[in-house]
Structures are given as structure tokens and as C-alpha cells.
């Protein structure tokens, strides 16, 4: 009888949670308009495969992913690996999968850029410069240039620098270094590649000054309490559409290979740049100022 | 015609294809300027839509991070719609520099959104935050100016295409309504002048058809012209000529086929008449095997056919030819039709025998012809029969009679001869009387003598009388008297009674006496022969007349006499024969004188009839022809000798007959003068008349051997003296001029032989004629 009762609940439970229609959230990883029209055909494969309605709604900024998350109540995003990683802590986040960059890999590394005619080689020559960060709560945009200079000595950003601001996306703070907003550029290498595909003197104009470790790439997560069923649909058809021509060329739109399974393990080197950065990311405020 | 719809027809459609072609050109010429139109329609809808999208996006930008802030999915959304936007302008068609402009747009629009981008996902740092503000709401403003600069200039354009456009299409009206009113008039005049050219012949035709539908052959249509219509006018008269001719021949045809029939139906019919009504018998029968053995279930007679077999018509079909001929004649008759079959013969003719129902028989005469086959009709055999048998009777009597005649003939020379001298012989006789004492027993032998030369006178008159029938001297006689004496003269010393029933009103009869003497005579002969232990003949005489006895159809009266013996009678086998000359039952019989008999009542118009039944006698009935005329009583035979006076020329050539009959008359008182020739006859009769004592009687034998006979010695003395007294004598008294003597002018006759007392009468009478 117990049992009977349970799965009634279970079903119930599922029922109630069966989502057809699921709210993403996006990253300003990039230009929020390209952002939005790089994830449309994936969201609409993803929509004819499983018949499950993806709306991407895109977030202005990484700090209020969080906030946003629970106020426009979204069922997931494609997290990067320091809000993926938060979103795991603080949202009950559960991982489902990450794509696979061109290159094989399915993790990214932050770079610290600096323009080549800036005669920065080292964080020494750094003193004095203007920094562009991306966003407090992005790994390579943030985490781990701080890790980086905490690393060189340098612990009141403040102080050392002229000054620092958050461009808000990684092609932003490219471009700050490029066009000479700012001297010093922290971004991911997968933005940073894709700008250099777009055009490649692009990387001429640069020289990257330190490589972080390897974070997972950003990978999708959705709330734990979606139908389980659900969840499966999507994770099949993201692990799967690399088999399929549609897929892959969708894929391929993308800028990657495929799409692999991501658990709360693989966010472990993020937990340790952040560990590294002196950050807690129980209680790390993310938001800009 | 043709030509001329054609003609008439590719101008109109020449002309409207040009009107046509002219305004389509025009309105080709004229689309581009309305694409155009339609573009720059479209061009100033897109950039309206630009504007808007930039003016909304710019709306959001400012109001950003504001309570009235829009969200940043609509500033997506809004910014998406303007790279849209701006790619649809470049896909249509533009000019370098129209096309370099948008191009220009669309980098602007790639930098706003990168601005936007930037200003979007900036945080911290108000200033630097203002500054892209700002810098995106520029280069917002940017677009806004270039749009709305992009679209006066499209309005121009615009306003310029849509005039020209509009300019064209009034031309292109214009051109369409010029080329339909001019196509609409012209076709107006062909329809006119085709519709003329049409409907006048039709109108025509359809009126002559109308005609001629309702009998009036021959009607015509004046219409004619070089076109199809003047031939079909001209086709159409021939043919309703023609149709005249036609139906005018069909007509006659039907009325002479009418006729035809009518005389083929009035043929059948008379032939059916003929068929029916012919008292010919005609059955015709299809050709087959033995036909003859055939029933006559499938042949086809007439009534008269029919009647001759006494069969009813289902019986007779039962019958085959065959069976209803005479065995005898059978084979002859599968001969000929053999023989016709083969096609050796057309027809045949024949006579044969059939047989009724009962058994009777009766003769035919068939002609049995072949029917060849005509029409489909197989061929058939007519077979036409009359009834014979009565003909066949005839023939019987016929050669019956000339048998007689032959025989007639030889008994008539000898019965001649011997008639002459009989004549000397009773005239010697008679003389001796004369000359002797009557008391004198000589006197009786004279008179057997001359009742013997009688008797042989009866003998050669009988002979003669068989000769050819014996043309009797008739003479109108109450016959009641020579009945009886005829009779008793017959019976005389026999063994035989006689009972007469003799009416006392008989009717006179015209008669040879001496012939019918000679009928009761052998009737009666026969009769006591057949009862030679005697018995009673009844002989009877009454009148009567044809119906009771005879076929004629008119009625003629008789004297019928009867006379019935009580003999043995006459076997039936032996009635239809014993009238035949030389047939006799009787041993030594001559078989003469039935036939006689016969002959003579033949000879004076009439019948003989006879009834027997074995063992019960026979009865023979006489039928002689009544006379109700003049009564001129018989003259009874006188035994006496008359004197005369007179001069008496004698025309004989036997010397002995001559002399015999000059002593008789000369003795008797009258002057003879003797002549053996006619020619001579007439010289002295001739050369009498001029003198004072001419001839008072002139008696010619008839048959002058060598000479001119007493025929044409008559002709000539008549000639000479029309009242001349002429007696005519000869031995051949069947001949006609001795039965109708008067009518040769002989006013008298003496059949030989004739003795002294029958001369002298004669001549006594004759002399008181001429006297008178």
C-alpha cells in the first residue's frame, strides 16, 4: 500500500514537473546577439528531437545568472564553469552535458591578453594598466586572472592597476585590448578562437600573456527537479546529435564536435581556481561594481 | 466563302493581336516599373520596419536599467529583426550607389548591436557604461537618419515610378480601347457582311428544303457567287432536279408496279378462277422420286380434278397417281414421266385409265408438263385431265359405224345390183300376173315368187339400211297400225302369244316405215327366239318425252314402244355389245341385225334402250321422235294397177331394168321414150319442149354407170323447164337424194325395187299434178 502510494506520488510528481516547454538561460559569453543566434538552431534541433518546446532567454550579465535564474524561473542554461559550478552549489543545479570544442577538447582555459604593441610581457609591466575583466563570476574572465595575479603578488586589484572594469562578455574585453580601451584582456581561449576564425590578423594583435587550467566548457544544466524523463530527452538528444546529419550540422553551426555528459566531478578544477583565488562560492558575491 | 471568313477573321485577329501585342508591350514595358513600384513598396515597408526596430531598440537603450526598462529578450529580439531587416535590403536589386548605402547600413547595424552588446553586459563602472550608451544610442541615431534618408529618397522614386507607371497604363488603356473599339466595329461589318453572305443562301436553302420537304420537288434557289455557298446553290438545284426526276420516276415506277400488281393479283386471280372453275381437272405437285407412287399430300388441285375420282379431298391426299390409274396403263405412264424427268421430254400426252372410289373407271386425256423453276421456286409438274369416257364412247360408236360403213359399203354394191335385179325380176313377175288368168294356180306361184322377191328386197334393203345407218324416207304415220301388223307379221306361225298396249292418242311419228318394219321385225325375231317353249311378248306404245330417257336438257317428245319377252334374257356381260355389228349369241347368226336396228333408230333421231336381268327376259325400248305437225296420213299400200296417159321420158341404164319398166308403162297406157344417158335425156327433152308433144314426166335413175346420172341430169332439165315433173328412182335409197328428193326438184321417188301397182300410182299421181 506504502508502496502503491509512493509511486502514485512519484508519477504525480513527475506529471507536475513534466515541463513541456523549457526556459534556458544564456550567458553573455559574447555579443548577446550573436550569443542568441548561435543557440537558436541548437534549441530548435533540440525541440524537434524531443518535442519539448526551448526558449533561450539571454542574461546581460554572469553575476545576475543567479538571481535571474529563480526570478524568471528558468528550467536551466548553459552555464559557464564558475556559474555552472555555482549553480551547482547555490541551485541545485544538475549537470547534463558540455560540448566538445573543435579541437577535441570539452574544456576551455582563460587567457590573459595584451595587445602586441603594449610592451606587456610579464605582470610586472601589467602595474599601472587597465584591465578588462569580463565578469566576477566567470572563470577565465575573472577567477583566474585573480588567482593569476594573487599568484604574481598582486592582491588589491585596485591598487596595482590603473584601473579595471567588467566589459560584461569575453569578446567585449578582446576588443577593449584591440581597440585600446584597456591594455590587458581576460577572456576564454574558445571566444578569443572564434574571433580569430572571424578574422584571423586578429591574432596577430595579440599575445597571450598566461593560460589558465582546464574548466569545463560551457555545458547545460537543469533544475534537479524536472522530470526525470525529460531531463533524459534532452541529455539523449545533445549526447546524440552528432550521430544524426541534422545534428551534426547543427553542431557544426555551433563551433563544435559534439556534446559530452557532464557531472558535478568535472567542475572540480573550478572549485580549485576559485580555491586558489581565495574565493568561497557559498557566499562569493559575483556582482559587478 | 471560306477564303473570305478566313480573310476577314485573320484581319480582325491581325489587328486585335496588334492592339493587343502593343498594350502587352506597353504593360511588359510597363512591370518593370511596377515591380519596381512593388519594390520600393516593399523597401519603404522595410525600412519603416528598420526605423521602428532601431526606434524601439533605442526606446529600450534608454530606458534601460530603468522601471520602464523593456527586456533585454525584446532588445534581442528587436536587434535580430533589424540584421533582418538590413540583410532584406540587400537582396533586391539596387543601384552601386543605393546598394553601397545599405551596405553601409549594415556594417552600422553589426557596430549598433555590438555597442548594444557591450552596453548590455557592462557592469560596473558607470561611466564607461554611459559612454557605450551613448555610443549605441549614436549609432542608433545613425541608422534612424540613414533609414528615414534612405526612405524620402525611395519615396521620390517611388512617387516618379508610380506616375510613369500610372502614365502607362493610360496609355495602355487607351491602346486596348482603341484596338477594341476599332476590332468591335470591323468585326461588326465582317459579321454584317458574313452574316449576308450567309444567312441569304441559308435562308434560301433552308426555305427550298422547307419546299421540298412537303412534296414541291424541283425547288430551286436563285442564289449563286463564286463562294461555297453559290456551290452548294448550284449543287442544291441539281439535286432537287434530280430528286424531282427521281421521285417523278419512283412514282411511275410504283404506279406501273401497282398496275403490275394489280394485274399480276387480277392474273392470280383469274388464274385461280381458272383454276378452280376449270372444268378441266389440273393438279400440279413438286418433282420427286417416283412421283407417280407419291400421295398427293403435297400437290396442289383443282375442284374439277377433285370431282372425277369421287374421293373426299382427304382421301384423295392420301392417294398417289398410281393408285388411282388403271393397272394397265401404269406403266406407260412411268415411262413418259420418266422420261420427262430425265429431260428427254417437255411434256406428254396420253390417255389413260383411272379409277374412281368404287371401283368404276373412267377415261382421261392428261398432258402432263414440267414446270421449270422460276423465282426460287423448285420445279413442279402440272398434269391437266379432261374426262374422256364419253369421247371413248363416241369413238366405240364410231369405229362401231364405220365397221358398219365398211361392211355398209360392200353390201351397199351388192344390195344395188341385186335391188335392180330384184327390180326385173318383181317387174317380170308382175307382168306374168298381168298376163295371167287370175284363177290360174300360176297366178300363186307368181305371188310366192313375188312375196319371195320381196322378202329379198327387205334382205337388200337391210343390207343397205346396215350399210350406212340407211338415210330413211320418212314420212309423218300414225304407227299404231303398223305396230300390230309389223307384229303379227313377226309372230306368224309361232308357238308365241302377242299382248299390245298401244295408247290411242299416240303421237304421230315422222318414219322410214319400211325401216322401222324392219326394227319391230329383228326386236321380235330376237324375242321368240328367246323363248322356244313359247311364252307371251308385250308390246307396247305410248308417249312420252326426253327427260325420262334421255340427257337432253330440253324436252323433246317421243313415242316410246316396248317390247318385253319372258325369255332367258341377256347376260350382263353381253348387254354393252349386242348392238355391234356381227356380234350374235345365236349359232349361225349373222350378228346384223341389232346393229341394223340400231342404225335405223339412230337414223331417225332416236333411241334405243335395253333392260335385262338374267332369267328374267329382256325389255327393249324404242324412242322415236313425236311430230306435231300437219298430219299427213300414210298411204296404204294399194294392190291395185292405175292406168295414165301421158309421155314419160325414161332415164335408165340397165337394158333389162329399162325394158322391164318401158313394157310396164307403155302397158299401163303411157308413152315411154328410153335413155340410158342423161346427156341424152336432156337433148330429147330438150327437143320435146319445142315440138307439140313434149315430155309430161321425166323417171331418171339416180346412178347412170359411165354417164351423167339423174342428179345432174335434173339440174340441167330444170334449167331447161323449171316445172318439170321428175320422178327419181334408184337401188341406193340411203341416198340423200332419194330421202330428200324434193329438194333436188324431183317431185317424186321409187326406191328399187318397186313394182308395176307402186310406178303406176306414182306416175298417176304425178301426171294429175302436172295436169293441174
Redesign the interface.
Known amino acids: 500500500m506504502k508502496q502503491i502510494a509512493a509511486l502514485l506520488i512519484v508519477l504525480v510528481i513527475s506529471s507536475v514537473s513534466h515541463a513541456t516547454e523549457l526556459k534556458i538561460g544564456l550567458i553573455p559569453e559574447q555579443n548577446v546577439f550573436k550569443q542568441m543566434a548561435r543557440y537558436k538552431p541548437l534549441g530548435q534541433y533540440i525541440e524537434q528531437k524531443t518535442g519539448i518546446a526551448i526558449t533561450f532567454t539571454i542574461l546581460s550579465r554572469y553575476g545576475n545568472i543567479i538571481n535571474s535564474f529563480s526570478e524568471k524561473k528558468l528550467d536551466g542554461a548553459f552555464w559557464g564553469s564558475f556559474t555552472g559550478a555555482l549553480a551547482v552549489k547555490q541551485l541545485n543545479i544538475e549537470p547534463i552535458a558540455r560540448p566538445v570544442n573543435l579541437d577535441g577538447t570539452s574544456t576551455y582555459h582563460g587567457y590573459i591578453l595584451v595587445h602586441k604593441n603594449s610592451k606587456i610581457k610579464n605582470v610586472s609591466d601589467m602595474k599601472g594598466k587597465t584591465v578588462a575583466f569580463v565578469e566576477k563570476a566567470t572563470t577565465a574572465g575573472y577567477i583566474f586572472p585573480v588567482s593569476y595575479f594573487k599568484k604574481h603578488g598582486i592582491s588589491k586589484l585596485d591598487t596595482y592597476f590603473k584601473d579595471y572594469y567588467f566589459t560584461g562578455s569575453h569578446d567585449a574585453a578582446i576588443h577593449a585590448v584591440l581597440h585600446g580601451e584597456a591594455d590587458i584582456a581576460c577572456a576564454k581561449n574558445t571566444i578569443f578562437e572564434m574571433l580569430v576564425r572571424d578574422n584571423p590578423k586578429l591574432k596577430d594583435n595579440l599575445v597571450i600573456i598566461a593560460r589558465s587550467p582546464d574548466v569545463p566548457s560551457n555545458g547545460l544544466g537543469l533544475r534537479k527537479e524536472l522530470a526525470y524523463g525529460v531531463k533524459a530527452e534532452l541529455k539523449r538528444a545533445l549526447l546524440t546529435m552528432h550521430k544524426d546529419p541534422e545534428g551534426k550540422r547543427v553542431l557544426e553551426k555551433f563551433g563544435v564536435l559534439q556534446f559530452i555528459e557532464t557531472t558535478e566531478n568535472d567542475y572540480a578544477p573550478v572549485f580549485d581556481i576559485a580555491a586558489s583565488a581565495g574565493i568561497s562560492l557559498e557566499n562569493y558575491i559575483y556582482l559587478n561594481k | 466563302m471560306k477564303k473570305r471568313i478566313i480573310i476577314s477573321l485573320f484581319a480582325l485577329f491581325i489587328f486585335l493581336s496588334a492592339g493587343t501585342i502593343t498594350a502587352i508591350l506597353y504593360m511588359a514595358s510597363n512591370a518593370s516599373g511596377l515591380k519596381n513600384i512593388i519594390k520600393l513598396h516593399e523597401v519603404e515597408q522595410l525600412r519603416r520596419s528598420l526605423v521602428i526596430s532601431i526606434q524601439n531598440v533605442q526606446s529600450s537603450l534608454y530606458t534601460y536599467n530603468t522601471p520602464s526598462a523593456s527586456d533585454?529578450?525584446f532588445i534581442?529580439r528587436e536587434?535580430?529583426s533589424l540584421?533582418k531587416i538590413a540583410q532584406k535590403c540587400s537582396s533586391c536589386h539596387h543601384s552601386p550607389q543605393l546598394t553601397e548605402r545599405i551596405e553601409n547600413m549594415q556594417s552600422l547595424v553589426i557596430d549598433y548591436?555590438?555597442y548594444?552588446?557591450?552596453y548590455?553586459?557592462?557592469?560596473?563602472?558607470p561611466e564607461?557604461t554611459n559612454k557605450l550608451k551613448t555610443e549605441a544610442a549614436h549609432v542608433g541615431q545613425q541608422l534612424i537618419v540613414m533609414a528615414e534618408a534612405m526612405s524620402h529618397s525611395a519615396t521620390r522614386s517611388l512617387t516618379e515610378l508610380s506616375e510613369d507607371a500610372m502614365a502607362r497604363v493610360n496609355n495602355v488603356m487607351t491602346i486596348l480601347l482603341i484596338t477594341v473599339a476599332i476590332t468591335f466595329i470591323l468585326g461588326v461589318i465582317v459579321a454584317i457582311h458574313l452574316a449576308k453572305s450567309v444567312t441569304r443562301p441559308i435562308s434560301e436553302l433552308v426555305e427550298a428544303t422547307g419546299k421540298i420537304s412537303s412534296g414541291e420537288f424541283g425547288s430551286t434557289i436563285s442564289f449563286h457567287d463564286q463562294t461555297e455557298f453559290g456551290e452548294l446553290a448550284e449543287h442544291f438545284n441539281k439535286m432537287s432536279l434530280t430528286i424531282k426526276d427521281g421521285y417523278e420516276k419512283i412514282q411511275q415506277e410504283v404506279a406501273e408496279k401497282i398496275q403490275t400488281e394489280h394485274a399480276l393479283r387480277e392474273s392470280e386471280d383469274k388464274f385461280r378462277t381458272f383454276f378452280e372453275m376449270s372444268p378441266v381437272g389440273i393438279v400440279i405437285y413438286p418433282i420427286a422420286l417416283d412421283p407417280l407412287n407419291r400421295t398427293l399430300t403435297s400437290s396442289v388441285y383443282n375442284t374439277a380434278f377433285h370431282n372425277f375420282f369421287g374421293y373426299s379431298r382427304e382421301e384423295l391426299r392420301q392417294m398417289s397417281v398410281a393408285e388411282i390409274t388403271h393397272p394397265t396403263d401404269l406403266r406407260k405412264n412411268i415411262v413418259f414421266m420418266e422420261e420427262l424427268l430425265a429431260g428427254k421430254r417437255d411434256s406428254y400426252t396420253m390417255e389413260k385409265r383411272y379409277i374412281k372410289k368404287g371401283g368404276d373407271i373412267f377415261w382421261g386425256l392428261i398432258n402432263v408438263t414440267l414446270l421449270k423453276s422460276s423465282y426460287g421456286k423448285p420445279p413442279q409438274v402440272m398434269t391437266t385431265l379432261v374426262d374422256i369416257t364419253e369421247r371413248k364412247l363416241i369413238e366405240s360408236e364410231q369405229l362401231k359405224i364405220e365397221k358398219l360403213e365398211s361392211v355398209g359399203i360392200l353390201a351397199g354394191g351388192i344390195a344395188h345390183d341385186f335391188n335392180n335385179i330384184l327390180t326385173t325380176i318383181v317387174n317380170n313377175i308382175s307382168l306374168a300376173k298381168l298376163s295371167t288368168n287370175p284363177d290360174n294356180n300360176t297366178v300363186e306361184i307368181l305371188s310366192n315368187m313375188d312375196e319371195a322377191c320381196r322378202r329379198a328386197k327387205d334382205l337388200t334393203n337391210q343390207l343397205l339400211t346396215f350399210s350406212k345407218g340407211g338415210t330413211p324416207v320418212k314420212k309423218i304415220i300414225s304407227i299404231k297400225e303398223q305396230i300390230r301388223d309389223s307384229s303379227l307379221f313377226a309372230l306368224r306361225g309361232s308357238n308365241i302369244n302377242c299382248k299390245f298396249f298401244i295408247a290411242h292418242d299416240l303421237w304421230p311419228v315422222e318414219i322410214d316405215a319400211g325401216q322401222i318394219d324392219q326394227v319391230l321385225y329383228n326386236l321380235l325375231i330376237n324375242a321368240v327366239q328367246a323363248m322356244p317353249g313359247g311364252g307371251t311378248i308385250f308390246i307396247s306404245a305410248k308417249n312420252t318425252w326426253s327427260e325420262t330417257h334421255t340427257n337432253e336438257k330440253t324436252q323433246k317428245d317421243y313415242v316410246k314402244i316396248t317390247i318385253e319377252d319372258q325369255g332367258a334374257g341377256i347376260p350382263e356381260g353381253n348387254l354393252k355389245n349386242i348392238f355391234d355389228p356381227y356380234f350374235t349369241t345365236k349359232q349361225g347368226g349373222s350378228g346384223l341385225g341389232l346393229a341394223c336396228t340400231y342404225s335405223i333408230i339412230k337414223n331417225h333421231g332416236g333411241n334405243i334402250a335395253v333392260y335385262s336381268e338374267d332369267g328374267k327376259g329382256a325389255v327393249f325400248s324404242i324412242y322415236l321422235p313425236a311430230v306435231h305437225d300437219q298430219f299427213i296420213a300414210s298411204e296404204q299400200r294399194e294392190a291395185r294397177i292405175v292406168g295414165g296417159s301421158g309421155k314419160v321420158l325414161l332415164l335408165e341404164d340397165e337394158d333389162s331394168v329399162g325394158e322391164t319398166i318401158s313394157r310396164m308403162l307403155t302397158q299401163i297406157g303411157y308413152d315411154v321414150v328410153l335413155t340410158k344417158d342423161g346427156s341424152d335425156a336432156v337433148t330429147l327433152y330438150k327437143e320435146a319442149l319445142t315440138t307439140s308433144e313434149p315430155f309430161d314426166s321425166v323417171i331418171m335413175d339416180l346412178t347412170i354407170r359411165g354417164g351423167m346420172g339423174g342428179k345432174d341430169t335434173m339440174q340441167h332439165l330444170r334449167n331447161i323447164d323449171p316445172h318439170i315433173a321428175a320422178i327419181v328412182s334408184s337401188g341406193y335409197f340411203n341416198d340423200p337424194i332419194m330421202a330428200n328428193y324434193q329438194d333436188y326438184g324431183f317431185i317424186g321417188v321409187l326406191p328399187k325395187p318397186y313394182d308395176i301397182e307402186e310406178l303406176s300410182l306414182l306416175l298417176n299421181r304425178v301426171m294429175s299434178q302436172v295436169r293441174k
Open positions: 533585454l529578450d534581442v536587434a535580430a540584421d548591436e555590438d548594444l552588446s557591450y548590455l553586459t557592462a557592469s560596473a563602472n564607461r
